[in-house]
């Protein structure tokens, strides 16, 4: 790692686990000691500088495996799963689905992501599963919406916010954080600074149902 010294000031770069920003901190009592001569660095920091960001969270990396014919696992594909601008400030990418619960996929050699994701809204496939990564830029919020699905969602960068349509809040802030959505209306926004990034697990599902009345799905403007 590179270091550099400007008076009271040590510069290094530190890159996020997604390779996405890398920032500069600075040590200093005093940020305007960055033009004094070089002198013993004090501490704590008290001025930090944002370097450089880019624009969105890199494409997640998929590996698939499979068997050689004498039944040894292997690597079959590698790469990564290109996201797309699904709303303005929301992208989501397919990286695996099923057409059935139980699968045949262990002895099929179609890409699960390619299959055309006929249930609700575009989200999941009908009488099976999907593997989604959705990725939300800071301070947007993700439509109000219900689908006829059971969810898992898996936080696994950033800070997100889960809105249900009776107002309530629900704050997640670490990697690994669960919500189970069981068909209800509900929307996620980024409280920032940052991009914030789940994986979903969208399992086709019964319709939920309230008062002898089953629940459609819907998309709010």
Known sequence: MWVYQFGECLLFPVVDPFMRKRYVFLLTSDPSACLKPPSPIPSPAHCIRELMSADHLPNVLRVVTGHTSTGAAVVTSQHRIQAEDFLPGVRAGLIWSTDAVPTNDNNSDVDGATRIQDG???IGAR???????????????AAMHRTSSLDYNVLIHGKLILILDDGAEKEFTTPG???IQRGTMHAWRNPGPEWTRWVTVVVDANPAVV???ALPATFQT
């Open 120 to 122: 609700d809204l575009g």
């Open 127 to 141: 009488n099976g599963a999907a593997l989604r990564y959705t990725d939300l830029a800071p301070g947007t919020t």
């Open 211 to 213: 008062g002898g009345q």
């Open 177 to 179: 954080d669960v919500v």
